[in-house]
């Protein structure tokens, strides 16, 4: 996740990801700004979820040829609501 921010969320675990099927898979993870991360100094969460449409379109280049590829989609959501980040600026 691109929401390592200096101060703020320095640190960042990953939860037991998830393949629900073979096109579909969830991820959780922590965000804190201390190594050691627990309930106490959480200041974000995130959740990723990806999965593979079934979309293909031509891929490759002039060394391996062209091959079909299928498109995979994402969605990323961070939640910080009702959560106080130490270092943040609360303008």
Known sequence: METIKKGVF???TTLKSKE????LGIEGALLS???KINRHNINAM???ATWQTRRYFPDG???????WSE???WCRKV????MT???????
């Not at 629900?20 to 096109?23: D, F, P």
């Not at 280049?61 to 091959?67: H, L, V």
Request: aromatic share 8%.
């Open 79 to 82: 939640i910080t609501n009702n």
């Open 46 to 48: 995130g959740i990723l």
């Open 33 to 35: 700004n201390e190594p």
């Open 61 to 67: 280049n002039e060394g391996s040829g062209f091959y």
């Open 10 to 12: 320095e640190y960042r």
């Open 85 to 91: 980040s130490k270092g943040a600026n609360n303008e």
């Open 20 to 23: 629900i099927n073979s096109r």
């Open 71 to 73: 498109e995979e989609l």
